[in-house]
């Protein structure tokens, strides 16, 4: 089963789709890919909107897909890619973001250095007792912040994922085999916006990580992952 973890598929609500069409378009290339489930995860920001303002925004946005969908388009779960702000470890909502039916947030960390107070603010999000969180691309941070950061944030109770447009170019590709050699991602996500802007789907990425026969079993490790998480299963053996 391949699963989508990251997309900005759903129409208007974000920096993603621009309308109905292209999210169809979207669907149409997952399905090629023979992508399963996709988890739509819009932006939220916890300064500029309410979880309430953002859930009706999310389903108003599905509602106006539902009616084009196809019958080989991939299951649909929903979440949210939350950026991380220090208000986040007190948010009584916080819960509401998590992947529908899951305790599971996709948390995005700020494009700077990953400092102390950012650290221990995850390490306090961590152990609420109500959320189970999984870092969103933690390639990216390497432009902001140095490795040793990177490895702190991930040795919390997190699990990574990563984007499979960043296995396409070669330095990119070089850090995500060196995270995944690390044991720091268990996902893949497209982090899909918009067409023609160079995003790839999941399956591209399992194929260029599972080439290196070092990591020939990595799909089913992270399929298995995501079987997991959908299903709120625990991960005791990973975090």
């Known amino acids: 089963m391949l699963i989508d973890f990251h997309s900005h598929f759903l129409p208007q609500i974000d920096d993603g789709s621009r309308s109905i069409e292209e999210s169809v378009k979207i669907l149409d290339i997952m399905a090629k890919g023979g992508i399963d489930t996709i988890v739509a995860t819009p932006h939220f920001y916890c300064t500029e909107q309410s979880v309430e303002s953002f859930l009706e925004n999310r389903t108003k946005a599905y509602e106006k897909l539902a009616p084009n969908l196809k019958p080989e388009h991939p299951d649909i779960h929903f979440g949210a890619e939350v950026l991380y702000d220090h208000s986040l470890v007190n948010y009584e909502k916080l819960p509401e973001l998590c992947i529908k039916g899951t305790n599971w947030l996709l948390l995005e960390m700020p494009y700077t250095d990953l400092d102390d107070k950012i650290l221990n603010g995850v390490a306090s999000i961590t152990e609420r007792g109500d959320v189970k969180v999984f870092i969103a691309h933690i390639e990216r941070y390497l432009n902001f912040t140095s490795m040793k950061r990177l490895e702190?944030?991930?040795?919390?109770?997190?699990?990574?994922?990563?984007?499979?447009?960043?296995?396409?170019?070669?330095?990119?590709?070089?850090?995500?085999?060196?995270?995944?050699?690390?044991?720091?991602?268990?996902?893949?996500?497209?982090?899909?916006?918009?067409?023609?802007?160079?995003?790839?789907?999941?399956?591209?990425?399992?194929?260029?990580?599972?080439?290196?026969?070092?990591?020939?079993?990595?799909?089913?490790?992270?399929?298995?992952?995501?079987?997991?998480?959908?299903?709120?299963?625990?991960?005791?053996?990973?975090i």
């Open 152 to 238: 702190q944030l991930m040795r919390l109770e997190v699990l990574g994922q990563i984007n499979a447009r960043s296995l396409t170019t070669f330095m990119s590709k070089r850090r995500c085999m060196k995270l995944i050699e690390h044991g720091y991602v268990h996902v893949l996500g497209s982090d899909y916006h918009r067409i023609g802007r160079g995003d790839v789907t999941v399956d591209i990425g399992y194929g260029i990580i599972t080439s290196n026969k070092k990591f020939d079993d990595f799909a089913e490790y992270a399929e298995e992952n995501g079987r997991k998480i959908l299903a709120d299963e625990p991960l005791d053996s990973i």
